[in-house]
């Protein structure tokens, strides 16, 4: 068996679906011997993070930001797919090729182009409902990260459930070192800095929390601002404590994981996500979570989080206190956390993978 993967999405800067794909590769490089895979659109930059030899071959692209990967998606990758003779080609993102001499299997991240609130800039929400929807209508199977996503894609789309097939993601390995906690301790955020995300409510809450005098807190934002950052500005602008409240932006892995490893809470406020790898990176840090009870993470945090209604700013600012007010919780959010992450393995996403890639063959 041999089976295409596009990588083209790693010209673009490291995002979640970004590393999803080079994790996955490099796992199945892991576990897996006897399938041959082609890697098709490998940026020559990232040569030495993708796995070579054995039963790996590399198809190098030039980089292909936007659009472009866009057009070459089109044109290029069905060519190369049928020029490097792969029985399946699978697509990791919401796009495919609009016509393919093999099958297809399509990884759907979320429907959030679809979401009554705008996440996205309209341009953005249209170009994203049109190629999910030749994905889902086309594509031989569908891989989503949770059961939330598969019902949200199944709520609506008229399409077999049996094409549908849940495999968790997973998380970067955390390197956990002893490292000493600030003199100043912190609530940390780790995500694009946008709407979907929710982090004026954040923001607000923690104006609450501190205006109460029960915390001496900073608040860590670390992330890229992205749609509806607007707000999220004028939030922070107005908050009397904004000069406690931190923008770290982009950070190297490092840097994060001394952060997730230091806050006294990680609070992960996001109103739509279709699986939340923020949350196990700060569980498998050792660092308790809080997390709004919204979409995808009730399943991915099981009870190993702290939960708070989507959006308010009360429910928010009352869990940060009950946690921080708690030693007995923290611990047990602690060693909750530390389990929990234990259940997700790019290993076990590989697996599930090849299975996915041998039955649509089989049929």
């Not at 936007?66 to 490097?84: C, M, N």
């Not at 609506?156 to 549908?164: E, F, G, S, T």
């Not at 928010?316 to 923290?330: D, F, G, Q, T, W």
Request: hydrophobic content about 40%; aromatic content about 10%; glycine content about 4%.
């Amino acid at each position: 068996m041999r089976v295409g993967i596009d990588v083209a999405i790693l010209s673009n800067p490291a995002t979640g679906i970004g590393y999803f794909t080079l994790y996955l590769v490099q796992a199945l490089a892991r576990v897996e011997r006897d399938i041959e895979f082609v890697l098709l659109g490998a940026p020559p930059s990232l040569l030495s993070s993708i796995p070579q030899g054995q039963n790996f071959r590399v198809s190098t692209a030039a980089r292909l930001p936007g659009i472009k990967r866009s057009v070459w998606q089109q044109t290029a990758l069905p060519w190369l797919a049928a020029r490097t003779q792969v029985d399946l080609l699978h697509c990791p993102d919401f796009s495919r090729p609009f016509f393919s001499s093999v099958p297809i299997v399509n990884t759907i991240h979320d429907v959030s182009y679809l979401a009554p609130q705008p996440f996205f800039p309209f341009t953005k929400r249209m170009y994203k409902r049109a190629l999910a929807h030749l994905a889902l209508k086309h594509s031989d199977r569908i891989t989503v990260n949770s059961e939330f996503t598969r019902m949200e894609v199944l709520r609506h789309y008229a399409i077999d459930p049996q094409r549908v097939t849940v495999i968790h993601h997973a998380f970067e390995p955390v390197l956990r070192k002893h490292r000493e906690k600030p003199k100043h301790p912190f609530l940390l955020f780790v995500g694009t800095l946008e709407r979907r995300k929710d982090v004026v409510t954040l923001v607000r809450a923690f104006n609450v929390v501190r205006e109460r005098g029960r915390i001496s807190h900073r608040l860590i934002l670390v992330g890229q601002p992205g749609f509806g950052w607007s707000q999220i500005k004028a939030a922070i602008a107005g908050s009397c404590y904004r000069q406690d409240i931190e923008i770290c932006g982009y950070l190297k892995r490092e840097a994060v994981e001394a952060l997730l490893q230091t806050a006294d809470l990680f609070i992960f406020p996001s109103v739509y996500e279709g699986f939340g790898v923020p949350v196990l990176e700060a569980m498998a840090s050792g660092t308790p979570v809080i997390c709004s009870r919204a979409a995808s993470l009730p399943e991915v945090a099981g009870d190993a989080a702290e939960f708070f209604e989507p959006s308010s700013v009360d429910d928010l600012a009352e869990a940060i206190e009950r946690v921080l007010n708690s030693p007995e919780r923290k611990a047990e959010l602690h060693q909750k956390g530390l389990e929990r992450a234990k259940q997700f393995s790019w290993e076990e996403c590989a697996r599930r993978h090849i299975e996915v890639y041998r039955k649509v063959l089989e049929s």
